[in-house]
């Protein structure tokens, strides 16, 4: 449900931004819809523009690695740790973060949970979060990341729930 509800949320500042646009762009789609409704042929226009937001284009990327082994202290294609990974899909957005989740969980914008988005980085940390920080991935949204998991495993998306849910200590925002 928590996931629907964020969907909702979402497609509902999409179309407040739509209804207030000044340029002109889908003036035929508010206006066939009406104050607060998107006409089903502008849906998939307002889906493309939700999509191309920064973090959108940060989950696409790192999307492209699932399925790449785990290897530590990877920073490649050939094989990433989770730390790897980030440091990896973030440079291609001219972010230049160090290889080491301590460090950067010190970087960048703190979010907190209930504000997080596509795009954000989550870090977990031993003693329920508030110990040693030993993982960090890659926010989807609808409670799930992209991570390197550990060794024997493969870059994947994960729910944040059970052990993750647990562990959860901060995100942080680069772009």
Request: hydrophobic fraction near 35%; aromatic fraction near 12%.
């Given at each position: 449900?928590?996931?629907?509800?964020?969907?909702?949320?979402?497609?509902?500042?999409?179309?407040?931004?739509?209804?207030?646009?000044?340029?002109?762009?889908?003036?035929?789609?508010?206006?066939?819809?009406?104050?607060?409704?998107v006409g089903t042929a502008s849906f998939s226009i307002l889906l493309e523009e939700a999509l191309s937001s920064r973090g959108e284009e940060?989950?696409?990327?790192?999307?492209?690695?699932?399925?790449?082994?785990?290897?530590?202290?990877?920073?490649?294609?050939?094989?990433?740790?989770?730390?790897?990974?980030?440091?990896?899909?973030?440079?291609?957005?001219?972010?230049?973060?160090?290889?080491?989740?301590?460090?950067?969980?010190?970087?960048?914008?703190?979010?907190?949970?209930?504000?997080?988005?596509?795009?954000?980085?989550?870090?977990?940390?031993?003693?329920?979060?508030?110990?040693?920080?030993?993982?960090?991935?890659?926010?989807?949204?609808?409670?799930?990341?992209?991570?390197?998991?550990?060794?024997?495993?493969?870059?994947?998306?994960?729910?944040?729930?059970?052990?993750?849910?647990?562990?959860?200590?901060?995100?942080?925002?680069?772009?």
């Open positions: 449900m928590e996931g629907i509800f964020r969907v909702m949320e979402r497609i509902r500042e999409i179309e407040a931004r739509i209804a207030g646009l000044s340029c002109g762009l889908f003036p035929q789609a508010v206006e066939a819809a009406g104050p607060g409704r940060v989950v696409r990327e790192a999307s492209r690695y699932l399925g790449v082994p785990y290897v530590w202290g990877g920073e490649s294609p050939s094989g990433f740790d989770c730390s790897g990974l980030v440091r990896f899909v973030f440079r291609k957005f001219g972010v230049d973060l160090p290889h080491y989740t301590e460090s950067q969980a010190r970087l960048g914008t703190p979010v907190a949970r209930q504000d997080l988005r596509p795009g954000d980085v989550i870090f977990f940390g031993e003693d329920g979060g508030r110990g040693f920080l030993y993982h960090v991935g890659i926010y989807v949204g609808n409670n799930r990341f992209i991570h390197a998991p550990h060794r024997g495993d493969v870059v994947k998306v994960s729910e944040l729930s059970g052990k993750y849910a647990r562990n959860y200590a901060c995100a942080r925002r680069y772009l």
